[in-house]
């Protein structure tokens, strides 16, 4: 039997009250999908695809329309307690009382949690997220990035075997992005199965080892980051050659081939494995007469754009 997935959500529908009563937003039209135990998941999508409103809906802070959602096999509406337990969530915004310490922020979570003294993890953390030094320091003296360090140690004051967050990244410089990168790593090494969303392609690319895309609160995307990759590897050559075609073109290299009317021919092909030229040179010895010739080039920007249909 396969592993039972960390999360899963089915046909999750939000759809905002609006304010003078009337039809509101959807924000979440019909989302499904597992993530896996174990790995880096992401959910990339464009500002306002509904990222938040899922990952709040996870949190408990927004109450769904429709749909169901498991925390590590636990119903967030029938086992909302154990499924609170098993997740930690660093949100988008930070939201801090300016005269806590990091030291009693992680304390006061731990006894939020009914987490006993002795059980309590709040200097290892601290160490974890490298704000050991600052323990006694007030919340409202740290630095951006070290707020969002102790965000997230605080969503570990539990233990969850789940850690999502929120669009970590979003308006952080590159020093600070490194190290939520190495941060985030070091856990997943040690077994957390993390949750990241981005509207960042390339930060998807690096950390995550699948990724969901969603937009306009729906995915359109839900594959292992290898082969959204290798989606955009491919290359297409689009050639018009100067009678009628009486039968497609075919090569063991070519990954597609589409006519384009009666003397067009599109063929898709992996550019690790041909060139444009060993393109034209196959279709030529198959004894075609090559007239025009168009290329076109996919990098995984255009696989977003061209899935998103932006
Ligand atoms: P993302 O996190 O992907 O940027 P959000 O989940 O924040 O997207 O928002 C999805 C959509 O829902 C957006 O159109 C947003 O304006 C709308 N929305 C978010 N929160 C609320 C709210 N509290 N009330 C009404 N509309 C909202
Ligand atoms: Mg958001």
Same mark, same amino acid.
């Given at each position: 039997m396969s592993t039972p997935p960390a999360i899963r959500i089915e046909n999750l529908v939000k759809r905002y009250a609006a304010p003078d009563g009337g039809e509101g937003k959807l924000a979440? +039209?019909?989302?499904?999908?597992?993530?896996?135990?174990?790995? =880096?998941? @992401?959910l990339l999508g464009p500002n306002g695809a509904g990222k938040s409103t899922l990952i709040n809906i996870l949190a408990g802070l927004v109450t769904k329309t429709a749909g169901?959602?498991? =925390?590590? %096999?636990?119903?967030?509406?029938?086992?909302?307690? +154990?499924?609170?337990?098993?997740?930690?969530?660093?949100?988008?915004?930070?939201?801090? !009382?300016?005269?806590f310490t990091p030291y009693e922020v992680l304390e006061n979570q731990a006894g939020f949690y009914g987490i006993a003294k002795h059980l309590r993890r709040s200097e290892e953390l601290l160490e974890a997220v490298r704000l050991a030094d600052k323990r006694d320091a007030y919340a409202r003296t740290l630095s951006g990035g070290m707020k969002r360090r102790l965000l997230v140690a605080k969503a570990m004051v539990h233990t969850p075997p789940i850690l999502v967050l929120d669009e970590p990244t979003? %308006?952080?410089?590159?020093?600070?992005?490194?190290?939520?990168?190495e941060l985030v790593t070091a856990l997943n090494d040690d077994g957390v199965t993390v949750v990241l969303t981005t509207h960042y392609l390339e930060e998807a690319e690096q950390l995550c080892d699948r990724i969901a895309i969603i937009n306009h609160g729906e995915c359109i995307a839900n594959k292992p980051t290898r082969e959204l990759v290798d989606m955009a590897r491919e290359k297409i050559v689009a050639v018009t050659v100067d009678s009628d075609l009486a039968t497609i073109p075919q090569h063991d290299a070519f990954t597609k081939v589409e006519m384009a009317g009666e003397r067009g021919v599109e063929v898709t092909y992996n550019k690790d494995q041909l060139t444009a030229g060993q393109v034209l040179a196959i279709l030529q010895e198959q @004894?075609?007469?090559?007239? !025009?010739?168009t290329t076109r080039e996919a990098d995984l920007e255009d696989v977003f754009v061209q899935l998103t249909g932006g």
């Open positions: 979440l +039209n019909g989302v499904s999908f597992d993530v896996p135990q174990g790995g =880096i998941f @992401g169901s959602a498991e =925390i590590w %096999g636990f119903d967030i509406d029938e086992q909302r307690r +154990n499924a609170k337990r098993a997740i930690g969530i660093v949100p988008q915004e930070i939201v801090f !009382d300016p005269f979003a %308006g952080v410089d590159v020093e600070l992005r490194r190290q939520l990168w @004894g075609l007469t090559v007239q !025009d010739v």
